[in-house]
């Protein structure tokens, strides 16, 4: 029997077939010529313009809703002037607040109203620690703190991350801040008032809100919160949606593309549960074994079943089938070989294998009677399947993890569904999070 061997490359492909017959065939490839010599992928330098250009509309969203906030108190602007700014009118093109008293104020310049004149807006936030500012020498102060609001820590960090992090000791910036109250502080202090940058300092959010907190604390305003955790006072709350708050990450299913055997429907979305059970017992199917005259058996219905319930349901992520294999071997009660390549330096099965998070989830916080309409979810539809709690069907809460963002999915755990959140662990901290935002995340 011929056997064909391929060397697939970026602008090659050789070929060799065991009976002394070999080839390349070469194309051009889809790598473009990068600055420094060498080849560069065209999806990069793409990805990295629209990271950029993300940035800077997300900046610039974020100072309109600040000074909608503050308008005509903290901000000499008006309504028009803002609206003609920030909103888009076909034939008409967007238009900067020009009047020489905004100009005034974005240069720190307060004499138009008697006041003094700033060499840069750090100086008034760090007067703003202490005294207690006009009106619009404290929206100025907020509108510098809007522009950068430092890094949010995730739980996820890269290679360039780390370096950052690491050079907030190597520059100083660490000490200056465990040194001095706020960010403002540590820069003026430690760096500008000796004649060095300040900029690119790496600081962190959770800095900026604290700064953000004392200088509304110095200013008068109310810090107190409700039993949400959220700001009593509505300036207060409404100036850390602006400035702190990060808007949810927009939902993908849009994405999702059309089924190619009924085109005019979308496809199943990789969460549902529907898709898990397909995929597992998919793959189950093609689980074989070799007998003792080394032929292919198939696994018998009860064991295919049991490798479902006791270890696929339990999965939360991907896994190696070498633990398939182990429990084969013990449900079974004999050692055999399987359909899938071992790794000769260590003889195990490597082969990764999907999970089932969203089912395990729902298995986990609704109990077995999930687990036991799960099992026969190809005998329901939207319409008639069982409800799981509080007259909620499991298709009905996938819906709502799939749809709802974080915030209201949240309140409807506790209001609807009686869950309360629960208290996790990060980087040291205790943070309280609703399970069905944990499914989400997943």
Known sequence: MAKIGLDIGSSSLGWFINKNKKGVVTFETGMS?????????????????????????????????????????????????????????????????????FLKWLACDFTYQGG??????????????????????????????????????????????????????????????????????????????????????????????????????????????????????????????????????????????????EPSKLRCPISHPAFEIFRALQFINTIKYFDANNEKQNLSSDLRKKLFTDLFLKQDGNFKFQEIKKFLDKHSGSVYKYNYPINPKNNQYETSVAGMPVCKSLVDLFGNDVQNALLEIEKFHIGNAPKMKNGYSIYDIWHIVFDFDEQHLGKFAVEKLGIENVSRKRKGEDTSISPLVELKRK
């Open 33 to 101: 010529k990068g600055q420094s010599g060498g080849y560069t992928s065209p999806t990069k330098d793409r990805r990295e313009a629209r990271s950029k250009r993300n940035l800077i509309r997300a900046r610039k969203y974020r100072k309109w809703e600040l000074l909608k906030v503050m308008l005509n108190d903290y901000v000499p602007l008006n309504e028009v002037e803002l609206s003609e700014w920030c909103h888009y009118q076909k034939g008409r093109r967007r238009k900067f607040p020009e009047s020489e008293q």
């Open 116 to 261: 003094e004149k700033y060499k840069n807006p750090y100086e008034l936030r760090v007067k703003a620690l202490d005294e207690t500012l006009s009106k619009h020498e404290f929206g100025r102060a907020l509108y510098h703190l809007v522009q950068r609001r430092g890094y949010k820590d995730i739980g996820e960090t890269d290679q360039e991350t780390e370096k950052q992090i690491q050079r907030r000791g190597e520059s100083g910036f660490q000490n200056a801040l465990d040194a001095n109250r706020t960010i403002a502080e540590a820069l003026v202090t430690e760096f500008l008032d000796k004649g060095e940058r300040a900029r690119n300092q790496y600081p962190y959010r959770e800095e900026y809100k604290n700064e953000l907190e004392l200088i509304c604390k110095s200013q008068g305003f109310s810090l107190a919160t409700n039993e949400k955790g959220e700001y009593s006072n509505d300036f207060v709350k409404n100036l850390w949606k602006a400035i702190i708050w990060q808007r949810p990450l927009k939902s993908q299913k849009g994405n999702i593309g059309k089924c190619t055997l």
